[in-house]
């Protein structure tokens, strides 16, 4: 029994819920919180140098072309005068970054590769059309008989598989599953992007938060250097205890200006993160007044059975050990036979065909010709090299087995680390919060003593410090709140593990 070729199937979808809004869900959990603030964002070469074979500037016309012909290429760019928070940052993100566009081609090439394979199911028609000179010759008694003359032929050939037990089938089947570890990969290159934009955000407002911080040490270090050079100047300070109060007031102000160098190098790094140039002015939101998650919402079991269920690069892994079985059963297939239908038709002319011995007259002549054939073709022995190909593709199942279970373990593993460094996030967010308000009773405490004359300059200037540290730490507990619940998040898959 014959197998009729199967009709063209829809392509499946790669019209499933867009990637990009599996990264925004990403991302809104992890705009719950944020830390303060709005801000707006030389040697000569070797003469030995050989110059580059593609210049920037080349680089950069030939995109501009690239562009030009292909709309869609163009990335966005921020809007000036609009403030972003963590989500609008995010979609920014996927819509700049030059990685989400590699994995989207990347998408479109696998649903180009399915059309590709299916195609086997249809027959091929061709056009054929050649032209010739000939020269024959036919022994005959105590002579030959040789003509020549001039021939062509036009028509069209038919070629249609009809049964081959499996390949072409194995073939679509792999690169339908290769197109789902495409979009599976596009999905979690976008939250790989809102993971990376989400951390980076964290970094930059914690270190605005610092720098904030660091002003308000150096304006306590200025009051108290101020305290003591008025008690000196009425004899109730020595010179040692001024200098002591300037230095602190020095250490306070390179701490400042340390700070504000970090946020340029963050500045930096979520810029790049986002695809955009550092030199871009960005705005963004400040996000200091809400609330930070005190608890989590569910137990890393139940977080690990989510995401071994979901997790975009865990699916796609799998999708792949599919394709490696089809694979395997396309090369098992390769042992059987293949029947077909071949078949041509067309227009056949000779002319001007002269024989010797010479007869009265040239021949010439045009006629309509085809034929159909039914062909079974079967390979009987190649040296072992279907066998051979069998062997490598159940060696490449296998491997992939192994990759699967491997991914499975290495995020267990990140999603109880994720979970534990959560869970410590939020007690050391609680013992910060405590020593901030105890950091700052026992300096305001200390310096109103030390106005009255109760305590000494080495008192007063160690709470200036332990205050510091305080503020420091406070924010170092939030950002690293911050931070460990977007990792969960993120080793989750997309699952929104704090409330």
């Known amino acids: 029994m014959v197998n009729a070729p199967r009709p063209h199937q829809p392509r499946r979808a790669w019209l499933r819920p867009s990637p990009r809004v599996a990264a925004l869900a990403l991302a809104l959990p992890l705009a719950a919180c944020a830390p303060p603030a709005t801000l707006r ?13 593609v210049s920037w500037a080349e680089y950069r016309e030939a995109k501009a072309a690239t562009s030009a012909m292909v709309p869609d290429v163009e990335a966005a760019t921020p809007k000036p005068g609009q403030s972003y928070d963590l989500p609008a940052l995010v979609d920014l993100a996927l819509q700049t970054h030059p990685e989400t566009r590699q994995s989207w081609a990347e998408a479109k090439a696998a649903a180009a590769r399915v059309d590709k394979q299916r195609s086997a199911w249809y027959p091929m028609l061709t ?108 004899g109730f300070a020595t010179r040692p205890d001024l200098l002591l109060a300037i230095q602190e007031q020095a250490k306070a102000n390179y701490d400042l200006q340390d700070a504000r160098g970090s946020v340029t190098q963050i500045r930096a790094e979520l810029a790049a993160n986002i695809g955009i140039s550092p030199a871009q002015t960005i705005q963004m939101t400040d996000l200091s007044q809400v609330a930070l998650p005190d608890k989590l919402a569910a137990s890393v079991e139940n977080i690990v059975d989510d995401a071994l269920a979901q997790r975009p690069d865990l699916m796609a892994q799998l999708a792949e050990l599919r394709a490696r079985e089809a694979e395997v059963k396309k090369a098992r297939a390769e042992f059987w036979p293949k029947l077909s239908v071949k078949g041509n038709v067309g227009n056949q002319y000779w002319g001007d065909v002269h024989t010797r011995p010479a007869s009265r007259q040239n021949y010439a002549a045009d006629d309509l010709v085809g034929s159909a054939m039914l062909n079974l073709e079967w390979k009987l022995f190649d040296g072992f090299e279907r066998s051979s190909a069998v062997r490598e593709a159940e060696a490449k199942q296998q491997a992939s087995q192994a990759e699967v279970e491997s991914l499975r373990l290495a995020i267990m593993r990140d999603i109880w680390q994720a979970y ?56 170092d507990s939030r950002a690293g709140l911050l931070k460990s619940a977007a990792a969960l998040v993120y080793a989750a898959g997309g699952r929104n593990a704090g409330e």
């Open 127 to 234: 056009a054929l059309a050649f032209g010739q000179y000939f020269k024959t010759s036919i022994p005959i008694p105590e002579s030959a008989l040789v003509s020549h003359g001039y021939g062509s032929f036009a028509g069209l050939e038919l070629a249609w598989t009809l049964f081959d037990f499996g390949r072409r089938e194995a073939l679509v089947d792999a690169s339908l599953q290769r197109l789902d570890a495409a979009q599976f990969a596009l999905t979690r290159k976008h939250q790989q992007i809102a993971y990376r934009v989400a951390t980076s955000f964290f970094s930059y407002q914690a270190m605005l938060a610092k720098v904030n911080a660091a002003q308000q040490t150096f304006a306590a270090a200025e009051t108290n250097a101020a305290a003591v050079k008025a008690k000196l100047q009425r």
């Open 420 to 475: 534990a460094d959560t869970k410590t996030a939020l007690e050391k967010r609680e013992f910060a919060l405590a020593l901030l308000r105890a950091a700052e009773e026992s300096f305001a405490a200390t310096q109103e003593s030390y106005n009255h004359g109760f305590s000494t300059v080495i008192e007063l200037l160690s709470a200036q410090k332990d205050l510091a540290r305080a503020r420091y730490t406070e924010i």
């Open 41 to 53: 964002s030389e040697a000569a070469p070797a003469a030995s140098t050989p110059p580059p074979s």
